[in-house]
């Protein structure tokens, strides 16, 4: 039987025999995202939206965050990589970031509970690459298409002044100092994520040729300000996103 670690941990500490589970990663392999559908969250009547499913924090809250550590097995973003990096113009390699699916991806699921949004609905991303050497705001991100996300993150650009995020997307290597040394008069994001692995797992190979693996490990979080509920419903939105790239090609 094959089993990511978290899966592995999750299985644990739910008292889950992962033989039960079916998994859905590479040969089978049981990944995290299968222990979490394993109990899935009641349904509302009258049809099912991202919203209506919720998984529970993996960790005890911390710095005023709910914390989710998951896990998806991208192999279906690699598959169709090719006709979508001809669509964003970005062929540099033959690959395109996968920071540009990873903030359509946290900027769709944190809208499918509005609550927290401000009137304008404007909402504004700050991207940590390269060990966070290099910075990329993104205003106005959820009327940005894929290929707009693709263009401003091939060119990063500085954050204007007074530019206040609230969503932070970083990559594995980028510190919680880096990030508040950017950030104006110590603002504290309502959302951020941090993408886990190494270096391969910034970019996908277009065509997926099978010399990268496509698991994506993340942590994501979510401000206590939110009933916790909400924020569980965020936070599977989110990985149900990254499960079908497709989805995030539509700005609606």
Same mark, same amino acid.
């Given at each position: 039987?094959?089993?990511?670690?978290?899966?592995?941990?999750?299985?644990?500490?739910?008292?889950?025999?992962?033989?039960?589970?079916?998994?859905?990663?590479?040969?089978?392999?049981?990944?995290?995202?299968?222990?979490?559908? &394993?109990?899935?969250?009641?349904?509302?009547?009258?049809?099912?939206?991202?919203?209506?499913?919720?998984?529970?924090?993996?960790?005890?809250?911390?710095?005023?965050?709910?914390?989710?550590?998951?896990?998806?097995?991208?192999?279906?973003?690699?598959?169709?990589?090719?006709?979508?990096?001809?669509?964003?113009?970005?062929?540099?390699?033959?690959?395109?970031?996968?920071?540009?699916?990873?903030?359509?991806?946290?900027?769709?699921?944190?809208?499918?509970?509005? &609550?927290?949004?401000?009137?304008?609905?404007?909402?504004?991303?700050?991207?940590?690459?390269?060990?966070?050497?290099?910075?990329?705001?993104?205003?106005?991100?959820?009327?940005? &298409?894929?290929?707009?996300?693709?263009?401003?993150? &091939?060119?990063?650009?500085?954050?204007?002044?007074?530019?206040?995020?609230?969503?932070?997307?970083?990559?594995?290597?980028?510190?919680?100092?880096?990030?508040?040394?950017?950030?104006?008069?110590?603002?504290?994001?309502?959302?951020?994520?941090?993408?886990?692995?190494?270096?391969?797992?910034?970019?996908?190979?277009?065509?997926?040729?099978?010399?990268?693996?496509?698991?994506?490990?993340?942590?994501?979080?979510?401000?206590?300000?939110?009933?916790?509920?909400?924020?569980?419903?965020?936070?599977?939105?989110?990985?149900?996103?990254?499960?079908?790239?497709?989805?995030?090609?539509?700005?609606?």
């Amino acid at each position: 039987m094959l089993i990511s670690p978290l899966a592995a941990k999750l299985c644990a500490a739910r008292g889950i025999d992962p033989t039960t589970l079916r998994g859905s990663g590479p040969r089978g392999r049981i990944m995290a995202a299968d222990v979490q559908i &394993s109990t899935p969250a009641p349904q509302r009547r009258g049809g099912t939206t991202l919203a209506d499913h919720a998984i529970p924090p993996t960790r005890e809250q911390k710095d005023g965050y709910y914390i989710y550590d998951d896990e998806v097995d991208m192999s279906a973003l690699a598959a169709i990589s090719m006709p979508i990096a001809v669509q964003c113009e970005k062929l540099l390699e033959n690959r395109y970031s996968l920071f540009d699916y990873i903030i359509r991806a946290v900027v769709k699921a944190c809208t499918t509970c509005p &609550s927290w949004q401000e009137p304008s609905g404007n909402i504004n991303v700050m991207l940590f690459e390269h060990k966070g050497s290099q910075v990329t705001a993104i205003e106005n991100a959820a009327n940005k &298409s894929i290929y707009r996300l693709a263009r401003e993150t &091939s060119a990063p650009r500085p954050a204007p002044a007074n530019f206040t995020p609230h969503i932070v997307v970083c990559d594995a290597h980028t510190t919680r100092e880096q990030v508040a040394a950017v950030l104006a008069d110590g603002h504290r994001p309502g959302f951020a994520m941090l993408a886990r692995g190494s270096r391969e797992k910034d970019a996908i190979r277009a065509g997926g040729d099978g010399q990268y693996k496509n698991t994506l490990s993340y942590t994501f979080y979510a401000a206590t300000t939110l009933p916790e509920q909400e924020a569980n419903r965020i936070a599977a939105a989110l990985r149900a996103l990254l499960y079908n790239p497709v989805r995030l090609l539509l700005l609606s």
